[in-house]
T-cell receptor
Framework: AQSVTQLDSHVSVSEGTPVLLRCNYS??????LFWYVQHPNKGLQLLLK??????LVKGINGFEAEFKKSETSFHLTKPSAHMSDAAEYFC?????????????FGSGTRLQVQP | NAGVTQTPKFQVLKTGQSMTLQCAQD?????MSWYRQDPGMGLRLIHY???????DQGEVPNGYNVSRSTTEDFPLRLLSAAPSQTSVYFC???????????????FGQGTRLTVV
């Protein structure tokens, strides 16, 4: 079985400061990992994905994430937060051990950006 | 290219009523899924399908039925609505990469359902 743990349910930063959203995963096989963002009352948008190529993955809007197999982590970072980054972020895992099952979501991290 | 289309966007039901949430995708993806989103719980898988004629249960299947008669369509049926089914429902589609792992999912805009 596989699982995802997002270590913080809420993160608050000031505009212009770095963002760190933490995600740990568990998977018996080499996983594919994703970060999605959801703005209020909107659908889910893919930020970035890791699929066994480069361990440092760059996404949209200046976000990036590093896959660390030894730490089973896939933390999301951004050097400088903007007000428009305020949203909910989901870490998602997909692996061969899921068989025919779909993606497994973390419980989400709500990012607040203070002016 | 419309992607994944869900209808309706909003729905209010009375307890005991039935209804069908529609989902259609035009990307020829073999995998389709239904999730429900509740505060603090992320998205939980209700049912999924790996191709036309093949469906299976996810984490929270009780009270819901699905069918997949075509690649494009994957409707979700609520048999007898209950207040506990008040939630936001998302349909998603995806496909397999060459290594067999699932690629990212493409999501519809969601259906906000309230059961009173």
């Amino acid at each position: 079985a596989q699982s995802v743990t997002q270590l913080d349910s809420h993160v608050s930063v000031s505009e212009g400061t770095p963002v760190l959203l933490r995600c740990n995963y568990s998977s018996s096989y080499s996983p594919s990992l994703f970060w999605y963002v959801q703005h209020p009352n909107k659908g889910l948008q893919l930020l970035l994905k890791y699929t066994s190529a480069a361990t440092l993955v760059k996404g949209i809007n200046g976000f990036e994430a590093e896959f660390k197999k030894s730490e089973t982590s896939f933390h999301l970072t951004k050097p400088s937060a903007h007000m428009s980054d305020a949203a909910e972020y989901f870490c998602v895992v997909s692996g061969q051990d899921t068989g025919r099952r779909a993606l497994t979501f973390g419980s989400g991290t709500r990012l607040q950006v203070q002016p | 290219n419309a992607g994944v289309t869900q209808t309706p966007k909003f729905q209010v039901l009375k307890t005991g009523q039935s209804m069908t949430l529609q989902c259609a995708q035009d990307m020829n993806h073999e995998y389709m899924s239904w999730y429900r989103q509740d505060p603090g719980m992320g998205l939980r898988l209700i049912h999924y399908s790996v191709g036309a004629g093949i469906t299976d249960q996810g984490e929270v299947p009780n009270g819901y039925n699905v069918s997949r008669s075509t690649t494009e369509d994957f409707p979700l049926r609520l048999l007898s609505a209950a207040p506990s089914q008040t939630s936001v429902y998302f349909c998603a589609s995806s496909y397999s990469s060459g290594q067999g792992a699932r690629t990212e999912a493409f999501f519809g805009q969601g259906t906000r359902l309230t059961v009173v």
